[in-house]
């Protein structure tokens, strides 16, 4: 039986390097772990597709057809489930997006998965082998706080040459934070922890020195973390992670980070006012460490790529100024700004619809890029093109050499780093001129059973639409 597995990209992060396509960012896991996980059945054939590195091949001879969907992609992936429907073959959907809004997702499918998928993946397969295939799946919640028997992800199965960071790795699963506007703590209301010796085993299978591991929170924990990075040091490896800014308060950490292999580290400092941050609930980032945190890190040797969100409720027309300014005093190796996007299912969702400040249900357009509420202290425009003048402006030369002044042999990593973004930045502007592989999504390509319109996007309790002013 021939499973074709998509990862719908929204033109985010990949580029075309001599005809071929690379994403900027690390593989994700998502694919590679359905795949290790359907594998047990030998009579199954995979192919992956993640569409930052490749083109659906939308003739495939599938029997089946799963595809994983973020909010951001969700009208992409809808496009392409009723592509294969069409063609008639079963589509299963699975991912974040599905598991905060189910019944939107079933529109679009045969089969949903809601949650993780280790037990309920193996299952659909096999019902769909004899015929059986059911409506829904859910994965129930673990049973304690440890996530066993994740097998080691088909990394052979996915165009490592597409990636700049092709090996990734899960330790944890979940957040023990609730960051108003934050998906993971929605979906994942646990924080699990893999056994020790099941990471190694995957950090072992890779074929390369490199690897990250992009679970949101995995230091947390510190017991685990110490024991995990411990059990790293004989490997000789380098990798990279996400963390919180909290990860510099603890020596004993730090130093085993260092011990360990780490290079590099992406960490979530959202703002630079304290009041945005405790509003959030990220109340646990103290502006006032932000200096010392850098200090340190660099101290390690660990190169910093700092987020920073633009259009919290305290912002307002000045915080773009202030931030690239703080950004460039702290030196952040490798910096990215958002815009505040309330993912459905969050708290943030439910305060700003209560709110009216909702302007649009296009999931589309909820890739973190465009404005998609109505801000508090500026105008949409305003936000929208602060946000543009706050990449520009940290990613040129002179800037992007000043911060990296005193890197030493990070300094190639981090200029690469800064290309990429600089890069981005021209991307930006570009957004709304995009057109992805299938062609624009209208009425049209979505056949009989129509991709949802605004209206039926819409929340029913919600305000009517607010036009976009630039859009
Ligand atoms: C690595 C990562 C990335 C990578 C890879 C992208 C990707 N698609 O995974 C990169 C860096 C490219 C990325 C980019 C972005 N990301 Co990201 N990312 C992650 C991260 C940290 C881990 C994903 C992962 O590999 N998980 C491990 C795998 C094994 O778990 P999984 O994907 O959930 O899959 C399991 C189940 O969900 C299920 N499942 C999933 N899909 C399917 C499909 C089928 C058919 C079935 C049966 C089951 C199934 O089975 C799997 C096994 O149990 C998650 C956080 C998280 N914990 O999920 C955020 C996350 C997915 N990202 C998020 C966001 C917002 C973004 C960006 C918009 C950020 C930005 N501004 O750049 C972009 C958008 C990318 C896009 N194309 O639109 C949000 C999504 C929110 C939402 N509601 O959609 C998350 C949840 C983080 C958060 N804090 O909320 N991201
Ligand atoms: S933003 Fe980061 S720290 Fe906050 S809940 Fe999400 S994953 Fe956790």
Same mark, same amino acid.
């Given at each position: 039986m021939k499973v074709l597995l998509i990862m719908p990209?929204?033109? $985010?992060h990949k580029f075309w390097v001599f005809g071929r396509l690379k994403s900027a960012r690390e593989a994700p896991l998502t694919l590679t772990t359905l795949a290790a996980i359907g594998?047990?059945?030998?009579?199954i054939e995979f192919r992956l597709v993640d569409e930052s590195v490749d083109c659906v091949p939308l003739d495939y001879p599938a029997d089946l057809v799963g595809i994983s969907v973020l909010t951001g992609t969700s009208r992409r992936a809808y496009a392409l489930a009723d592509h294969f429907q069409r063609r008639g073959i079963p589509v299963v959907l699975g991912g974040v997006h599905v598991s905060i809004l189910p019944d939107e997702a079933a529109r679009y499918a045969d089969a949903i998965v809601i949650? $993780?998928?280790?037990?309920?993946w193996p299952r659909l397969l096999r019902d769909f082998q004899v015929g059986k295939m059911a409506p829904v799946y859910r994965e129930e919640p673990a049973d304690g706080d440890v996530a066993c028997g =994740?097998?080691?992800?088909? +990394?052979?199965?996915?165009?490592?040459?597409? +990636?700049? $960071?092709p090996y990734t790795v899960m330790a944890t699963r979940g957040c023990?934070?609730?960051?108003?506007?934050?998906?993971v703590p929605v979906v994942w209301k646990q924080y699990l922890r893999r056994p020790i010796a099941d990471v190694i085993r995957d950090v072992k299978a890779i074929p390369s020195r490199r690897f990250c591991i992009?679970?949101?929170?995995?230091?947390?924990?510190a017991d685990y973390a110490k024991e995990l990075l411990h059990a790293l040091i004989p490997l000789k490896k380098k990798w990279g992670a996400l963390a919180t800014t909290? =990860?510099?308060?603890d020596p004993e950490l730090l130093d085993l980070l260092v011990r360990s292999g780490c290079r590099y580290l992406l960490l979530g400092?959202?703002? =630079?006012?304290q009041r945005s941050l405790n509003r959030i609930y990220?109340?646990?980032?103290?502006k006032e460490d932000y200096g010392e945190v850098m200090r340190r890190l660099h101290q390690a040797h660990i190169v910093v790529q700092g987020c920073f969100v633009f259009g919290?409720?305290?912002?307002?027309?000045? =915080?773009f100024a202030a931030t690239v300014e703080e950004v460039q005093r702290l030196k952040i190796d490798i910096p990215r700004y958002s815009l505040y996007t309330p993912y459905p299912g969050t708290i943030l969702f439910q305060r700003l619809q209560q709110e009216g400040r909702?302007?649009? +249900?296009?999931?589309?357009?909820?890739?973190? $890029?465009?404005?998609v509420i109505q801000p508090k202290r500026m105008t949409p425009v305003e936000l929208y093109e602060g946000f543009r003048w706050a990449y520009r402006e940290t990613f040129r030369w002179k800037n992007i050499l000043r911060r990296s002044a005193?890197?030493?042999?990070r300094l190639p990593i981090v200029l690469i780093g800064n290309m990429v973004y600089r890069k981005f930045t021209r991307r930006i502007d570009m957004l709304k001129g995009f057109e992805l592989p299938l062609g624009p999504l209208t009425d049209a390509d979505a056949g009989?059973?129509?991709?949802?319109d605004e209206a039926e996007q819409r929340p029913p309790t919600s305000r009517a639409k607010r036009p976009v002013p630039w859009a």
């Amino acid at each position: 039986m021939k499973v074709l597995l998509i990862m719908p990209d929204a033109n $985010m992060h990949k580029f075309w390097v001599f005809g071929r396509l690379k994403s900027a960012r690390e593989a994700p896991l998502t694919l590679t772990t359905l795949a290790a996980i359907g594998s047990q059945d030998p009579d199954i054939e995979f192919r992956l597709v993640d569409e930052s590195v490749d083109c659906v091949p939308l003739d495939y001879p599938a029997d089946l057809v799963g595809i994983s969907v973020l909010t951001g992609t969700s009208r992409r992936a809808y496009a392409l489930a009723d592509h294969f429907q069409r063609r008639g073959i079963p589509v299963v959907l699975g991912g974040v997006h599905v598991s905060i809004l189910p019944d939107e997702a079933a529109r679009y499918a045969d089969a949903i998965v809601i949650g $993780m998928a280790e037990q309920t993946w193996p299952r659909l397969l096999r019902d769909f082998q004899v015929g059986k295939m059911a409506p829904v799946y859910r994965e129930e919640p673990a049973d304690g706080d440890v996530a066993c028997g =994740i097998p080691t992800p088909r +990394y052979d199965l996915q165009r490592n040459s597409g +990636y700049v $960071m092709p090996y990734t790795v899960m330790a944890t699963r979940g957040c023990a934070h609730t960051c108003d506007f934050c998906t993971v703590p929605v979906v994942w209301k646990q924080y699990l922890r893999r056994p020790i010796a099941d990471v190694i085993r995957d950090v072992k299978a890779i074929p390369s020195r490199r690897f990250c591991i992009n679970d949101v929170s995995p230091f947390d924990d510190a017991d685990y973390a110490k024991e995990l990075l411990h059990a790293l040091i004989p490997l000789k490896k380098k990798w990279g992670a996400l963390a919180t800014t909290r =990860i510099a308060s603890d020596p004993e950490l730090l130093d085993l980070l260092v011990r360990s292999g780490c290079r590099y580290l992406l960490l979530g400092f959202e703002s =630079i006012s304290q009041r945005s941050l405790n509003r959030i609930y990220k109340g646990f980032n103290t502006k006032e460490d932000y200096g010392e945190v850098m200090r340190r890190l660099h101290q390690a040797h660990i190169v910093v790529q700092g987020c920073f969100v633009f259009g919290f409720d305290e912002d307002d027309k000045d =915080i773009f100024a202030a931030t690239v300014e703080e950004v460039q005093r702290l030196k952040i190796d490798i910096p990215r700004y958002s815009l505040y996007t309330p993912y459905p299912g969050t708290i943030l969702f439910q305060r700003l619809q209560q709110e009216g400040r909702i302007l649009t +249900y296009d999931w589309g357009s909820y890739d973190t $890029m465009h404005v998609v509420i109505q801000p508090k202290r500026m105008t949409p425009v305003e936000l929208y093109e602060g946000f543009r003048w706050a990449y520009r402006e940290t990613f040129r030369w002179k800037n992007i050499l000043r911060r990296s002044a005193g890197r030493g042999t990070r300094l190639p990593i981090v200029l690469i780093g800064n290309m990429v973004y600089r890069k981005f930045t021209r991307r930006i502007d570009m957004l709304k001129g995009f057109e992805l592989p299938l062609g624009p999504l209208t009425d049209a390509d979505a056949g009989d059973r129509g991709l949802m319109d605004e209206a039926e996007q819409r929340p029913p309790t919600s305000r009517a639409k607010r036009p976009v002013p630039w859009a």
